[in-house]
C-alpha cells in the first residue's frame, strides 16, 4: 500500500497541533525513506463532528425524498 495521503479525524485529533509532528516523526522512522517523503499527513477539517455532519445530510435527504413523494 502506497497512499499519497494519509487523513486523521476524530475526537483526538483535536489536539493536532500538538500530536501532527509526532505522527509524521513516528512515520518516517518506521516507513521506508521513499514512502514517507511521499505521503501528506492531514488532520480531517471536521475532526470528531464527521459523523454528526454525516448523520445530519442523511436525515436531510431523507426528508426532501419524502417531500417529493419518494420513498427511501
Do not use: C, F, W
Given at each position: 500500500?502506497?497512499?499519497?495521503v494519509?487523513v486523521?479525524g476524530g475526537?483526538?485529533?483535536?489536539?493536532?497541533?500538538y500530536?501532527?509532528?509526532?505522527?509524521?516523526?513516528?512515520m518516517?522512522?518506521h516507513?521506508?525513506p521513499?514512502i514517507?517523503?511521499?505521503?501528506?499527513?492531514?488532520?480531517?477539517?471536521y475532526q470528531?463532528?464527521?459523523g454528526?455532519?454525516?448523520?445530519?445530510?442523511?436525515f436531510c435527504?431523507?426528508?426532501?425524498?419524502?417531500?417529493q413523494?419518494?420513498?427511501?
Open positions: 500500500v502506497n497512499p499519497e494519509v486523521l475526537g483526538i485529533m483535536a489536539q493536532g497541533e500530536l501532527h509532528p509526532r505522527i509524521e516523526k513516528a518516517k522512522s516507513l521506508i521513499i514517507a517523503d511521499n505521503i501528506t499527513l492531514k488532520v480531517a477539517h470528531n463532528d464527521a454528526m455532519i454525516g448523520a445530519y445530510y442523511h435527504e431523507r426528508q426532501k425524498s419524502k417531500m413523494g419518494e420513498y427511501i
